[in-house]
């Protein structure tokens, strides 16, 4: 089985974000880390690839430059075929599945987050299933590798399987079950010194639109009138009445 996972990463939140020119948030290496969406399903093709050694496990990180160091940070899992295809509009989803599509080739399960990158709503994975014509399976939490691999996701009381068996992408959600394992220290010194590869996808895949008329960060924030209730948990509930009622008037 041949198993590709696509990366996008996000500013690493303990970090200020800091807008460019076009007031987009600059992606700097130094503090772009993947996602928990990224790392699930980073660690649901590493499962698989545990349970079935001759399944091959590549990645593709999409951005640019930026990406190199988080490219890396996937080749200490021991993942041996990582590059990175150049994208300058990941707020385009559109745009973005389109590169990504050009550039896969022979996969038959396509793993990437729910939410992929910091300004994505969920609509690059189904996206990009449409474009390569591949089934869709969403908010998939786990899998279960035996003779097959069973993609698994709960939704309400129930828990959805479905066996891998044709091509499919998947977009993956975070679980407690997923949770990114440790790379090996020998892995992370080798990754140091990884061939990186560098996909350029022709400029027809780029952006259709060109963001205009994006206002520059403000500090301002809305004034919200807020209240804290005291008291026992009675009395706090009788305030929040009053409240309510309140406010409908």
């Not at 496990?57 to 160091?69: F, P, Y």
């Not at 350029?200 to 780029?206: D, Y």
């Not at 520059?216 to 009622?245: K, Y």
Request: glycine fraction near 6%; charge should be negative.
């Amino acid at each position: 089985m041949n198993v590709l996972v696509l990366v996008a990463g996000v500013l690493d939140p303990k970090w200020p974000i800091a807008p460019e020119g076009r007031n987009l948030p600059v992606r700097d290496a130094g503090r772009l880390i993947l996602s928990r969406f990224d790392e699930a399903a980073l660690e649901i093709a590493l499962k698989i690839r545990d349970g079935l050694p001759d399944a091959n496990v590549r990645a593709l990180v999409v951005g640019g430059g930026e990406a190199e160091r988080l490219a890396r940070s996937i080749v200490a899992f021991n993942v041996t075929d990582v590059a990175i295809l150049t994208a300058d509009a990941l707020w385009d989803q559109g745009a973005a599945a389109r590169s990504m599509a050009g550039e896969i080739r022979d996969a038959d399960l396509i793993l990437i987050g729910r939410e992929f990158g910091d300004c994505d709503d969920g609509l690059v994975p189904p996206m990009l299933a449409a474009l390569l014509g591949f089934a869709f399976f969403g908010c998939v939490q786990s899998v279960m590798v035996t003779d097959t691999v069973e993609l698994l996701r709960e939704t309400g009381r129930y828990e959805e399987r479905l066996i891998a068996d044709r091509p499919i992408l998947a977009s993956v959600t975070n679980d407690r079950r997923t949770r990114l394992r440790k790379p090996l220290m020998k892995n992370v010194v080798i990754a140091r010194q990884a061939h990186i590869a560098r996909r350029n996808p022709p400029s027809c895949r780029q952006a259709d639109l060109e963001l205009h008329g994006v206002s520059a960060f403000s500090s301002a924030r809305e004034t919200i009138s807020c209240r804290l209730l005291a008291g026992t948990n009675t009395e706090q509930a009788e305030q929040l009445a009053d409240l309510l009622i309140e406010a409908r008037r």
